[in-house]
């Protein structure tokens, strides 16, 4: 059904299902701080199966899931090398320097791709001067690059090298289930090599709330702790982590409808003039456009959209992130194209001049 407003700011945004509703509503809860709400830990143990793990952990977020994991990855004073583009780097408040003491060592990848030829120069061993490595992150889809994903043996490599040296691997696969779509390969094959593995319910899943890391039993009974220093300890989240068995069960067999609207949005895009996109690297649900040809900001753009009832956030100045999800269907789409034109004082696709 068309909705009032289109928004494509993000698949964060996405409304809990009426099955989620229910689930929520009658879902059996105890006090997860005392590991007794049945639900939650039913979640973790459907979450470290489908993980092929040993243990999982229910956390309010995926900002947490990954300072919790750095922070039990890592020592303070140590680098964490991940992409230029990552959301740890950008988008997380600093909190690997602020709660976990380390710092970031950035490495700029075509489409946010990292390579182990990439990252091999970058890390540090024991010395009397630098700091030491003490995390390689991955993220997986990589959002801010586009939703690109990661050729599985690219990060499986990633992970053996960095292993020999001793330097643990973690995944941010916030939307590892649209990296496991889109190349068709199950999340377990994706994501075995890492140490851990953090990923959301509530992205393109449609979960309201929350995350999950999944990894060794040692290494979830450090993130427990850390999770209760962080303050993430939520009682009778049972309630939430119904709406999560709800995702997992029903989220990842129609990513592909997502990933069919933002392809068909890159290519409605692609010929706008003014607008720059290469449909063929959209491959999952997150478009970047380029819009220096416009020779408007996106902020801008973003403003004319919104009159429209059309949403959509600006990254840079010049580049612009539409995100599809289960709240957007394809009439959606036409509408958001529609809106761009008008945006951008385009004629209408058809209309000759
Ligand atoms: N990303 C949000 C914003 O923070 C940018 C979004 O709208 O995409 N890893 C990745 C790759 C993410 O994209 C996000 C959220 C997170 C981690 C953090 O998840 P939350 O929002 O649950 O803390």
Redesign the pocket.
């Known amino acids: 059904m068309a909705s009032l407003v289109v928004d494509l700011r993000?698949d964060?945004v996405t409304r809990p299902s009426p099955k989620m509703r229910r689930a929520m509503a009658e879902a059996e809860v105890g006090d997860d701080v005392y590991r007794e709400d049945p639900t939650v830990n039913r979640l973790q143990e459907r979450a470290a199966d489908l993980f092929g793990r040993e243990a999982a952990l229910f956390v309010p977020?995926?900002?947490m899931g990954?300072l919790i994991a750095i922070k039990v990855h890592t020592r303070h004073g140590q680098e964490v090398i991940c992409e230029e583009r990552a959301?740890i780097y950008n988008?997380e408040m600093g909190a690997m320097s602020a709660f976990a003491g380390c710092i970031p060592r950035t490495v700029r990848a075509e489409d946010g791709i990292l390579t182990w030829h990439l990252i091999s120069p970058q890390v540090r061993g024991r010395s009397g001067h630098l700091a030491k490595t003490g995390l390689v992150e991955l993220?997986n889809t990589s959002?801010l690059a586009g939703g690109s994903v990661y050729p599985k043996e690219v990060s499986d490599e990633i992970c053996d090298r960095a292993h020999t040296l001793g330097v643990p691997v973690h995944l941010?696969g916030?939307?590892i289930f649209n990296a496991s779509v889109a190349l068709g390969r199950s999340v377990i094959d994706l994501s075995r090599k890492f140490d851990s593995v953090m990923f959301?319910l509530?992205k393109g899943l449609g979960a309201p709330v929350g995350?999950v890391l999944v990894g060794s039993k040692p290494f979830i009974e450090e993130a427990h702790l850390i999770r209760k220093m962080l303050g993430g300890g939520m009682r009778q989240a049972g309630i939430l982590a119904a709406a999560g068995l709800v995702a997992l069960e029903d989220g990842p067999a129609r990513l592909h409808i997502d990933h069919g609207n933002a392809k068909f949005l890159a290519e409605g895009l692609a010929e706008i003039p003014g607008i720059s996109i290469n449909p063929a690297k959209v491959v999952t649900n997150i478009l970047i456009i380029e819009l220096s040809g416009t020779g408007l900001t996106s902020f801008e753009i973003s403003k004319r959209l919104a009159a429209q009832g059309v949403l959509a956030n600006g990254v840079t100045p010049t580049t612009m992130r539409i995100v599809t999800h289960v709240d957007i269907d394809r009439k959606d789409c036409e509408r958001s194209l529609v809106a761009l034109r008008v945006a951008l004082g385009v004629r209408p696709k058809g209309v000759v001049a």
Do not use: L, Q
Request: negative net charge.
């Open positions: 993000s964060t977020s995926g900002t990954n959301h988008h993220e959002n941010d916030a939307r959301c509530s995350s």
